[in-house]
């Protein structure tokens, strides 16, 4: 399955500034893991040493924010797009 993947401007440093990249995967896990294969590192900054989505990053495939859907195992049908949002903390 191939989908976009939307970088946030922090993490474009690992897609040599591209905003949106292709990715590949029957669920956001798979995509994930091609998209560390294909810019190395940038897994780290989204998954924790567990392998699970750090605290502070949220990760959308289309409108569903992946946490209350199935996680990692959330399917990423053909052509949907994923989008990886940093929280934004301040005052």
Same mark, same amino acid.
């Given at each position: 399955?191939?989908?976009s993947?939307?970088?946030?401007? =922090?993490?474009? %440093? &690992?897609? *040599?500034?591209?905003?949106?990249? %292709?990715?590949?995967?029957? %669920?956001?896990?798979?995509v994930?893991?091609?998209?560390?294969? *294909? &810019?190395?590192? =940038?897994g780290?900054? =989204?998954?924790?040493?567990?392998g699970?989505?750090?605290?502070?990053?949220?990760? &959308?495939?289309?409108?569903?924010?992946?946490?209350?859907?199935?996680?990692l195992d959330?399917? %990423?049908?053909?052509?949907?797009?994923?989008?990886v949002?940093p929280?934004v903390?301040?005052?």
């Amino acid at each position: 399955m191939s989908v976009s993947v939307r970088i946030p401007t =922090i993490l474009r %440093t &690992y897609t *040599d500034g591209a905003a949106e990249v %292709t990715g590949e995967g029957a %669920t956001l896990r798979d995509v994930l893991q091609k998209l560390d294969a *294909d &810019y190395p590192g =940038i897994g780290a900054r =989204i998954l924790d040493e567990t392998g699970s989505i750090r605290r502070f990053v949220n990760v &959308y495939v289309g409108e569903e924010d992946v946490r209350f859907v199935d996680g990692l195992d959330t399917p %990423t049908p053909d052509g949907a797009q994923v989008s990886v949002i940093p929280a934004v903390a301040g005052g």
